[in-house]
């Protein structure tokens, strides 16, 4: 049990090593003169090879988002029902089959009530 | 030192703990919706926990059965916040005071 | 596996689905209260049809005998009602006419099963199918008061359902099993506090079933919730939900804990008497009808709570006979209200000054029933007060009985002020206040039914007894 938690320590230590020599290797370079010092604007602003970002990240967001989010939870949860079922479909039979299916129409009737109710549309 | 059920049933506890902590400590509906699930989760693992110590298939079936709920129990309690949010642009618990507690 | 013993409950979600979807094609939302009443008729006779019937499907997980057809008639003839007192309510909405009968629907399909479910699992998910109907029909104004109280349902009944739940994981790590008969016979011996486990669980139980049936500490939502819900809903809630909350403490406690009953009797004693008091006096300062009301159920709820303090076959048909004479009670004191406050558009009392002459009918009909809520006689509320007292004298309880009695006195003081507002007071207008075809109905029938479980009670008294003979074998 206890050498488990040395292969753990050992896995840490290595780890911690990467990451400092990683953070350590540039300034060091530097210093000694192998790479050269040249900053300009693009060099040194925070997203070099990306896009500028446009306003705060700090936002909100379009509260229609939720209504998808409704949508998806309905798919979801589905899914959380779906596993076990498939797994023992061959043990429950027909009236497993059966009554999946009246799951899925419940769920389904709420689908549609949803797209009747205009929730799919981004007005 | 093997990791046995009581190691389970103290984690689930301890994060039962904090989420009724946050639960009646925070101010924001959200931030309490969140820590309502976690206490739900922490159900969750000791329901797991006792399914796998005590080789009884109904806690995981329980824990599906709450992680369903749970998302239904969520996403109403999150339209109530955009209604709120919709007239009264806060969703800070102690400003919604129309009526005293 | 027997579908027709589960018919009640799979009828009554198939109406519901057929209310929302007729929402969605028809123009005249009118005929929406039509379909959901007379709807109501098909699980009501699937119900009549099981009558007398004693059997268990879903491999034990539901259990179809005097009792949950008792609580099946009970809840389907609140739903009616409510659906009833509603339709003026509801014809003032622009849209979502179908959701709101549908969600009422639901939730009586939620509370029919908690009185039938004898497993935990189906037990949450009954209790959950409830509440997140009641939680989205509390917030279902536009206007912040309705979505306030709402939030705070929602907030402080998801945290009382994971406490449930914790108390549940408990009872079942602790017994293996989430049957409450073999819950029962897999409770080790030694009582309790020999099992601190056990206790925990348990109390924790409590607790998340306490928030149902709003007992001191948990009845901090009810004034709130019962102020901003849409009035109906109000009522709804303070009969049918807290009935269901009733009907699931029975028989999970008598049917899993039978065996270490005294226990928890005192537990349910003790609480009893503390909220009893607390929601009479609480109750004499307000001002708000609809929040003075909101104390006087939580009274009333330690006034139920003596029918489980007194363990026994007379103290459960009590609690259940005075279950049937609250409900109809305390509904026709709401639908007068809400008779009253769709022309007056005002839940002060003040405001009631000399409603006997403008409107003598509802003025009468509301000082009747809040008569029968003080439990002055020939009313519905006197004979079921004389039974859960008699149960609880016979079980040794006269302390809480001596409180109780004290407790009525008090009521009588505030239930009487309105009644006198109303007689003595003079109208600020003389303008007559009109009421609907329907909310006549649903007025005049809790009146009726008040008048004769007051004059006629034996014939509900033999069912409620036959109801709590599963528990008593």
């Known amino acids: 049990m206890l050498e488990n938690f040395g292969y753990l320590g050992v896995f840490l230590i290595a780890a911690l090593l990467f990451a400092l020599t990683m953070i350590m290797l540039p300034p060091l370079l530097r210093r000694f003169g192998i790479v050269p010092k040249k900053p300009n604007p693009v060099k040194s602003s925070t997203y070099e090879c990306g896009m500028d970002t446009v306003g705060k990240s700090w936002v909100q967001f379009n509260f229609r988002y939720y209504f998808y989010a409704l949508i998806f939870v309905i798919f979801d949860i589905q899914v959380v029902f779906l596993y076990p079922w498939a797994v023992s479909l061959g043990q429950l039979g027909l009236f497993g089959l059966v009554e999946m299916a009246v799951f899925f129409l419940i769920l389904i009737v709420g689908f549609v009530y949803a797209w009747k109710k205009g929730v799919l549309e981004w007005k | ?101 | 596996m027997n579908l027709y013993l589960l018919a009640p409950e799979i009828s009554l979600c198939g109406l519901a689905i057929v209310v929302i979807l007729l929402d969605l094609v028809l123009k005249r939302k009118g005929i929406l209260a039509v379909v959901s009443v007379a709807g109501l008729i098909v699980p009501g006779a699937f119900t009549l049809a099981l009558w007398g019937r004693e059997e268990t499907t879903f491999a034990g997980m539901l259990a179809i005998d005097q009792f949950s057809l008792f609580f099946n008639l009970f809840f389907l003839v609140m739903a009616a009602l409510v659906i009833l007192s509603s339709v003026d309510y509801v014809s003032k909405f622009r849209a979502f006419q179908g959701e709101y009968y549908a969600l009422v629907l639901l939730s009586a399909a939620g509370m029919m099963l908690m009185a039938s479910t004898r497993e935990l699992i189906s037990i949450y998910v009954a209790l959950e199918l409830v509440a997140i109907s009641l939680y989205a029909l509390t917030g279902f104004l536009k206007d912040p008061k309705s979505s306030e109280a709402g939030m705070k349902y929602l907030l402080l009944g998801a945290v009382a359902s994971a406490v449930l739940l914790y108390g549940m994981a408990m009872v079942f790590g602790l017994t293996g099993t989430t049957h409450l008969e073999e819950i029962a016979q897999a409770i080790p011996g030694g009582g309790l506090l020999a099992n601190p486990a056990l206790l925990l669980g348990i109390v924790l139980l409590v607790a998340g079933f306490g928030f149902k049936i709003a007992t001191v500490p948990f009845q901090m939502w009810v004034p709130d919730v019962y102020e901003g819900a849409p009035t109906p809903i109000t009522a709804y809630l303070s009969v049918a939900s807290k009935a269901a909350g009733f009907a699931v403490i029975l028989r999970v406690f008598y049917e899993a804990l039978g065996a270490v009953s005294l226990d928890w009797g005192i537990i349910f004693a003790i609480l009893a008497a503390i909220t009893m008091t607390l929601g009479n006096v609480v109750a004499i300062a307000q001002t708000n009808i609809k929040r003075m009301l909101a104390y006087s159920t939580i009274a009333q709820a330690g006034y139920l709570m003596m029918g489980l303090a007194a363990v026994s076959a007379l103290g459960s048909s009590a609690l259940l006979f005075f279950l049937g004479a609250y409900a109809l009670t305390n509904l026709g004191a709401f639908i007068a209200i809400i008779a009253i406050s769709n022309k007056i558009d005002s839940d002060l009392i003040g405001d009631y000054s000399g409603m006997a002459r403008r409107a003598p009918l509802l003025a009468l009909a509301l000082a009747f029933c809040l008569i029968s809520l003080i439990g002055i006689p020939p009313t519905a509320g006197f004979m079921a007060k004389i039974y859960i007292f008699n149960a609880a004298v016979q079980y040794d309880l006269t302390w809480l009985v001596i409180i109780a009695v004290v407790n009525t006195a008090i009521s009588a003081y505030y239930y009487l002020r309105v009644v006198k507002v109303m007689y003595l007071e003079a109208p600020p207008s003389e303008e007559a206040v009109p009421s609907s075809a329907s909310l006549r109905a649903a007025l005049s029938f809790c009146c009726l039914g008040v008048l004769l479980l007051g004059v006629y009670p034996w014939a509900l008294l033999r069912i409620t007894q036959a109801a709590v003979d599963i528990f008593f074998p």
């Open chain 2, 1 to 101: 030192m093997a990791v046995g059920l009581e190691h389970f049933l103290i984690l689930s506890a301890v994060l039962f703990s904090i989420g009724l902590y946050g639960a009646l400590a925070k101010r924001n509906a959200v931030v309490i919706l969140m820590c309502i699930e976690i206490m739900l989760n922490a159900v969750n693992i000791a329901m797991v926990a006792f399914s796998r110590y005590g080789h009884l298939l109904t806690g995981q079936v329980f824990a599906i059965f709450i992680m369903v709920v749970a998302a239904a129990e969520v996403v109403v309690g999150l339209a109530l916040v955009i209604a709120i949010y919709r007239s009264r642009e806060t969703v800070d618990v102690e400003r919604i005071d129309l009526m005293k507690w």
